[in-house]
């Protein structure tokens, strides 16, 4: 039987909540000085977390020889539109790296569209290399229908700022995309908005959507999508 939109909101917060508790006494780190001969990464987190989101995957990222740089969105919990996310998201990135050394981007569910709104908005396309999102709602998700939290109002489908977006979607041809996603994922509903109309498309089975940037397959995925000739990538 179809679980309801209720229900699935349910999930959603519990599921979700659980992860950032997990991840609650974690020492969230700098990369150290910015390397600009290494492969920089930004890492951009989902709704109610934090950097402390990406320990796992940046570690593996750093294995494999990328400077990776995770943003702490404040506020986290979708009480400010994501345009504003996406202004601290460019801020963060000047910060970090400066206003012209290239590096690519992975994003996961809410930091998806933050960081699509950055790409197609406040032009970071203009020094992005490659996007990879995870999890992310770009065509909207049920359970943002029972929040009136700017934010995750945006998340809805059909809304305003979904329909802007991905009026001129094809504007992310101009780098390499992958939209990594699972079909059991209990947070996007349905979970086929995950899935970005270009690019490469990587299902991967699991039911937990808070738990995904933690996920082995995740990781290896991601580390695929982002190799390009790059050292370490």
Known sequence: MPLSPRLLA???????LASAVGAEGVEES???????????VVLVHGIWDTAAKFRKMAAALAKD??????????????????EQSAAQLRSFVDD?????????????S??????????????????????????SPHNGTWPANLESLPGVAEMRPGSGFLLDLNDDVMRLSAIPVTSIWSP?????????????????DVPIPHGMHALMLS???????????????????
């Open 184 to 200: 059991q994922d209990l947070g996007i509903q349905p979970p086929e908005s995950a899935r970005l109309p270009l690019g490469a």
């Open 30 to 40: 700098g990369p150290g000085p910015l390397d600009p001969g290494r492969p920089q």
């Open 10 to 16: 349910v999930l959603f917060v519990a599921v979700t």
């Open 96 to 108: 970090q790296l400066g206003p012209d050394l290239p590096f690519s981007m992975v994003a996961f």
């Open 110 to 135: 809410m930091g998806g569209l933050v960081a699509r709104y950055y790409l197609q908005r406040l032009d970071g396309l203009a020094r992005v290399t490659r996007l990879v999102t995870i999890s």
């Open 215 to 233: 996920d082995d397959r995740v990781i290896r995925a991601v580390l695929a999508a982002l190799h390009d000739g790059n050292p370490g990538g």
């Open 65 to 82: 020889g990328w400077q990776a740089h995770a943003i702490t969105l404040t506020p986290n919990d979708g009480s400010v539109p994501l």
